[in-house]
């Protein structure tokens, strides 16, 4: 009856259910920024408009506790963050690369990978898309946006 719907309705939100309009994450866009990280010098430039081929004309990065409404206002259209599986917490990032009021790839990053240097979502285009890498002395390694 209305107890076993509404044991149901609370089973699912706990658990979340997968955004079907969401694309399936861009693993290989995420391990060729990380390779690109790790083998930069301190002081090295990533422009992800080479490294990442695919069409895009944006890229977002979307910081731990971005809502859903916030990605949907710095991308112009509707992004589903909370079910890209980023925790709720400040482990990673997400970053995604956008293409009109389209996804051309998404992808999680955890600061364990590349600690990207952002305190709030951003959005970048294309042609100012540069990542500054920085080893400090313990060998840890960072990226922030080329202003």
């Known amino acids: 009856g209305v107890r076993r719907a509404a044991q149901a309705l609370l089973v699912a939100a ?37 490294l990442f081929d695919a069409d895009w004309d944006r890229v977002a990065i979307l910081t731990p506790y971005t809502t ?6 710095i ?8 079910s890209t599986g980023m925790p709720a917490n400040e482990e990673g990032v997400v970053l995604v ?14 600061y ?11 959005v970048i285009r294309r042609e100012e898309a540069r990542l500054r890498v920085t080893v400090d002395d313990a060998g840890n390694r960072s990226v922030d946006r080329v202003r």
């Open 14 to 50: 706990l658990v979340g259910c997968a955004d079907p309009s969401l694309p399936r994450e861009s693993v290989e866009l995420r391990d060729e920024l990380v390779r690109a990280g790790q083998f930069a010098r301190s002081g090295t430039t990533i422009d992800l408009a080479v």
């Open 68 to 73: 859903d409404d916030e990605a949907r206002r």
């Open 75 to 82: 991308l112009g259209f509707d992004f589903a963050v909370t």
């Open 97 to 110: 690369l956008a293409n009109g009021e389209a996804v051309a790839g998404w992808f999680y990053l955890t």
């Open 112 to 122: 364990a990978s590349l600690y990207v240097a952002a305190n709030q979502p951003v």
